[in-house]
Each structure stands twice: as structure tokens, then as C-alpha cells.
């Protein structure tokens, strides 16, 4: 049964951050033992350790909430350390937004047609500020 379980309660929650949740006991317990196919007593004793002493501790700790009643697991609401997780699909959507604002960006600059003497008396306000500068 050791070789399924996490060793400590850190481990344990990366587990159960990687999960849909809400999930239930025996949903945790699956994702534990896949794909090893353990017998069925493995199978239990995993579940069982989870269910009287693994997710009520991490409960306690407020890392989850464990409703023992419906066998349920759930992210806790307000973090431990005081730190705000962010699921990884919210980081994917989010990088994806700022590349979309980038690319468009890009796409605004390049496509606007700037005339050479703008662009020469840009450079040469930059040639007199380093002037100026040194």
C-alpha cells in the first residue's frame, strides 16, 4: 500500500490539484493505483487509509474540505500558506490572451504606413537626447 500512497501530505494535494473536483474518495483512490491494477484488498486499504486518516488531516490543515459524509473532496476555498493557486487551464488562457494582444499589437505597428521623414526625426531627437545625455 505504500507504494500508492504519497508519502507526505504535500504529495498528497499535488495529486489532488492534478484531479476535476470536486472527486470523490474512490476517484482519488483510482488515480492513486492506475495504472498498477492492484488487488482488490490493495485497493481498499489505500481507500481506507484515505478515508479515516490522509484526507481528514488534510482537511483539519484546511489544504481541502473532505465531506465525510458524501465521500467528497474539494479544493479548500482560502489557501494554507496565504498564496493564491492558479489551475493551470486559467494560466493557459491567460498566456494566450497576451499573446493574442501582442500579435495584434504587432499587427497594428507594422501596418501603419509611417512616413521616412517621422521616422528620421525620431531618430535624430534620439541622437540628440544621447547628445544631450554625454
Given at each position: 500500500?505504500?507504494?500508492?500512497?504519497?508519502?507526505?501530505?504535500?504529495?498528497?494535494?499535488?495529486?489532488?490539484?492534478?484531479?476535476?473536483?470536486?472527486?470523490?474518495?474512490?476517484?482519488?483512490?483510482?488515480?492513486?493505483?492506475?495504472?498498477?491494477?492492484?488487488?482488490?484488498?490493495?485497493?481498499?486499504?489505500?481507500?481506507?487509509?484515505?478515508?479515516?486518516?490522509?484526507?481528514?488531516?488534510?482537511?483539519?490543515?484546511?489544504?481541502?474540505?473532505?465531506?465525510?459524509?458524501?465521500?467528497?473532496?474539494?479544493?479548500?476555498?482560502t489557501p494554507v500558506d496565504g498564496t493564491h493557486s492558479v489551475s493551470p487551464t486559467v494560466l493557459v488562457a491567460i498566456s494566450i490572451g497576451v499573446l493574442l494582444v501582442v500579435l495584434?499589437?504587432?499587427?497594428?505597428?507594422?501596418?501603419?504606413?509611417?512616413?521616412?521623414?517621422?521616422?528620421?526625426?525620431?531618430?535624430?531627437?534620439?541622437?540628440?537626447?544621447?547628445?544631450?545625455?554625454?
Amino acid at each position: 500500500m505504500g507504494e500508492f500512497l504519497p508519502e507526505s501530505n504535500a504529495a498528497l494535494v499535488t495529486v489532488l490539484d492534478e484531479m476535476v473536483m470536486p472527486a470523490t474518495v474512490d476517484e482519488i483512490t483510482d488515480a492513486l493505483v492506475e495504472p498498477a491494477d492492484p488487488p482488490i484488498e490493495t485497493w481498499a486499504a489505500v481507500h481506507e487509509r484515505l478515508y479515516e486518516d490522509r484526507l481528514p488531516a488534510l482537511d483539519a490543515s484546511g489544504a481541502i474540505e473532505f465531506d465525510e459524509t458524501q465521500g467528497l473532496v474539494e479544493r479548500s476555498a482560502t489557501p494554507v500558506d496565504g498564496t493564491h493557486s492558479v489551475s493551470p487551464t486559467v494560466l493557459v488562457a491567460i498566456s494566450i490572451g497576451v499573446l493574442l494582444v501582442v500579435l495584434a499589437f504587432g499587427v497594428v505597428v507594422t501596418s501603419a504606413q509611417i512616413e521616412p521623414q517621422t521616422v528620421r526625426r525620431l531618430f535624430s531627437l534620439g541622437s540628440v537626447t544621447a547628445a544631450a545625455v554625454s
